[in-house]
């Protein structure tokens, strides 16, 4: 069974940088038509690209409408766009609150019911969340972000049940450290980075951190033939670095 994704109409919001555009990426490698919803719009001779806030409930359904018309019926939607907060607590005010859980889960929530209204169970539609390790063990002062990617797995079994009558899987993927865009921008911030990078990559048993197409590999997978009969899983693709647990400095003897 192929994992091709050969006429496959896929959805990716969030796409323009970073994970959603490596996954972007590799589903067009797999052979599917890839149209990126975003707020900046990318020029990519390979990816199509529409404006996007999903968020609005209003700029959702004009993005589906404008896909069926120029690109067919979707078959894959993956929910990749997201924003990161870090504050203390007594500093975390409620428009920031408001804001994270708006495009980290109300945005996931909008494209999934918009594109279940639209895909057909004979495209094998599926679903695919992107979350964060962080769901499951985070770092201080990320309560809103843990929280919105806790929700999201919630929301992931959620759709998987109601949805798989209707032929739609439904699956999300919780990535760990990534080299991306904003990782590499707050590493440039560390005084000692190589010191901080090894470390960084002795967390985790595989010796080294993520690549972009690590998830994207995923995401196809997901989306294919060949994982037919899985749904409501969240898959932590994340090099090892939650099976094994942390000593202090001083147990390294």
Same mark, same amino acid.
């Given at each position: 069974?192929?994992?091709?994704?050969?006429?496959?109409? /896929?959805?990716?919001?969030?796409? +323009?940088?970073?994970?959603?555009? #490596?996954?972007?990426?590799?589903?067009?490698?797999?052979?599917?038509?890839?149209?990126?919803?975003?707020?900046?719009?990318?020029?990519?001779?390979?990816?199509?690209?529409?404006?996007?806030? #999903?968020?609005?409930?209003?700029?959702?359904? $004009?993005?589906?409408?404008?896909?069926?018309?120029?690109?067919?019926?979707?078959?894959?939607?993956?929910?990749?766009?997201?924003?990161?907060?870090? #504050?203390?607590?007594? @500093?975390?005010?409620?428009?920031?609150?408001?804001?994270?859980?708006?495009?980290?889960?109300?945005?996931?929530? %909008? !494209? /999934?019911?918009?594109? #279940?209204?639209?895909?057909?169970? @004979?495209?094998?539609?599926?679903?695919?969340?992107?979350?964060?390790?962080? $769901?499951?063990?985070?770092?201080?002062?990320?309560? +809103?972000? !843990? &929280?919105?990617?806790?929700?999201?797995?919630?929301?992931? *079994?959620?759709?998987?049940?109601?949805?798989?009558?209707?032929?739609?899987?439904?699956?999300?993927?919780?990535?760990?450290?990534?080299?991306?865009?904003?990782?590499?921008?707050?590493?440039?911030?560390?005084?000692? =980075?190589? &010191?901080?990078?090894?470390?960084?990559?002795?967390?985790?048993?595989?010796? =080294?951190?993520?690549?972009?197409?690590?998830?994207?590999?995923?995401?196809?997978?997901? $989306?294919?033939?060949?994982?037919?009969? *899985? &749904?409501?899983? *969240?898959?932590?693709?994340?090099?090892?670095?939650?099976?094994?647990?942390? %000593?202090? $400095?001083?147990?390294?003897?």
């Amino acid at each position: 069974m192929s994992a091709s994704l050969k006429d496959r109409v /896929a959805i990716v919001t969030g796409g +323009a940088q970073g994970i959603g555009l #490596a996954i972007a990426r590799s589903l067009h490698d797999a052979g599917a038509h890839v149209v990126i919803g975003d707020i900046q719009i990318l020029d990519d001779d390979a990816l199509y690209c529409h404006e996007l806030d #999903a968020t609005d409930e209003t700029s959702v359904a $004009a993005f589906f409408a404008q896909v069926r018309q120029n690109h067919g019926r979707p078959s894959v939607l993956v929910n990749n766009a997201g924003v990161l907060s870090s #504050a203390p607590l007594d @500093q975390l005010t409620v428009s920031e609150w408001d804001k994270v859980m708006a495009v980290n889960l109300r945005g996931p929530f %909008l !494209m /999934a019911r918009q594109f #279940a209204s639209c895909c057909s169970p @004979q495209d094998n539609p599926a679903i695919i969340n992107i979350g964060s390790i962080e $769901a499951f063990s985070g770092n201080p002062d990320h309560a +809103a972000y !843990m &929280t919105s990617k806790a929700g999201l797995n919630g929301l992931t *079994v959620s759709l998987a049940i109601d949805l798989g009558p209707k032929g739609v899987r439904v699956n999300a993927i919780a990535p760990g450290w990534i080299s991306t865009e904003m990782n590499e921008g707050y590493m440039a911030r560390i005084p000692d =980075r190589a &010191t901080a990078e090894r470390q960084l990559c002795d967390l985790h048993p595989l010796g =080294r951190i993520g690549s972009p197409s690590d998830i994207g590999d995923v995401a196809v997978w997901l $989306a294919s033939n060949r994982s037919q009969f *899985v &749904t409501g899983q *969240v898959i932590r693709v994340e090099g090892g670095r939650m099976a094994r647990l942390p %000593l202090p $400095a001083t147990f390294d003897v």
